[in-house]
């Protein structure tokens, strides 16, 4: 596989996760736990398959239960988290919080070995952040509830982007061992719903095909679609084409009618946007 088509491949990784807000949104009022469960297990079952197919099944014995624990807690960790944020908050602002992953990942970068924090980035930084504050200065319904939502969206962007950083010392492990993570985290998912959280299904069609798309598209394909990317792509060209996530998950929050297109969320998404991408730039001039 040449480099530009690895790529590519990342690329659309991205466009699937700008329709994961759209979509867990749409699952109303499937919970958290159980959305995770069935969700994972759809992705999981579709890397089984993938891996059988190409003949991987073998190679997913020889990994360590190390790498097996560590995917599944960035996985778990951190749909559970989201998941949970945008049942606790207003779609689009907690979307947009949680898309704080690809500037924390320019910032964690700077604590690798060779690497080291410069302007460009610090004040990208400070203008993502102004973003997120606008957010939720701007939530004219503002109540204790969604300072929940906006506090398991936070944690959404810490995870995501720790375990992204860390797993760039992976680079030896297939990439059909995602199909492990999300059939761990399904499990985890599933027995964690059970205890604490009483089953409820789509009332109607599209919530039933929402349900479906998730698990074939954003938790489930672009997991492996984003893995091929990292490991054989331009790894800093996607760190750049990561940061239009939220700028086209709110737009298309915005298309479907769930988001109201005011300013303040307009003048927000570029502000996190914008502001990811210049640290971005400035890592890859210097």
């Known amino acids: 596989m040449t480099r530009p088509r690895a790529t590519w491949i990342g690329f659309s990784a ?3 996760w700008s329709l994961l807000a759209l979509l ?6 499937v919970p958290p ?9 759809i992705g999981g079952t579709i890397g089984l398959i993938w891996a059988w197919k190409s003949g991987e099944l073998v190679r997913l014995l020889a990994v360590s ?19 949970s944020a945008l049942r606790n908050a207003p779609a689009a602002q907690a979307g947009l919080i949680a898309y704080l992953w690809p ?3 320019v910032l964690f970068s700077g604590l690798l070995p060779g690497e080291r924090l410069r302007p460009g980035q610090i004040g ?16 004219s319904t503002f109540t204790s509830a969604h300072a929940l939502g906006y506090a398991l969206a936070g944690a959404c962007a810490l995870i995501w982007s720790g375990y992204s950083v860390l797993s760039r010392r992976l680079g030896h492990v297939p990439t059909s061992s995602v199909a492990v993570f999300c059939l761990f985290s399904a499990g985890l998912s599933a027995i964690a719903h059970l205890a604490l959280e009483t089953t409820v299904w789509p009332v109607a069609a599209t919530g039933w095909a929402a349900l479906v ?6 938790v489930g394909l672009a997991f492996y679609l984003w893995d091929i990317g990292m490991k054989k792509g331009d790894i800093q060209l996607l760190g750049v084409a990561s940061y239009a996530a939220p700028l086209l998950s709110t737009v298309i929050l915005v298309l479907a009618g769930i988001a109201t297109p005011g300013w303040p969320l307009v003048i927000a998404a570029m502000l996190v946007s914008g502001g990811a991408l210049a640290a971005a730039k400035s890592g890859r001039q210097a």
């Open 14 to 16: 991205v466009l699937l």
């Open 24 to 29: 867990t949104v749409a699952t109303t009022p």
């Open 33 to 41: 736990l159980q959305l995770a469960a069935t969700s994972f297990g």
């Open 65 to 83: 239960w190390k790498v097996h624990a560590f995917g599944t807690a960035g996985l778990f960790g951190y749909h559970l988290a989201y998941f």
């Open 103 to 105: 500037l924390l990942i």
């Open 124 to 139: 990208g930084a400070v203008i993502a952040f102004a973003g997120a504050a606008l957010i939720i200065a701007g939530d």
């Open 213 to 218: 798309l998730l698990g074939l598209g954003p």
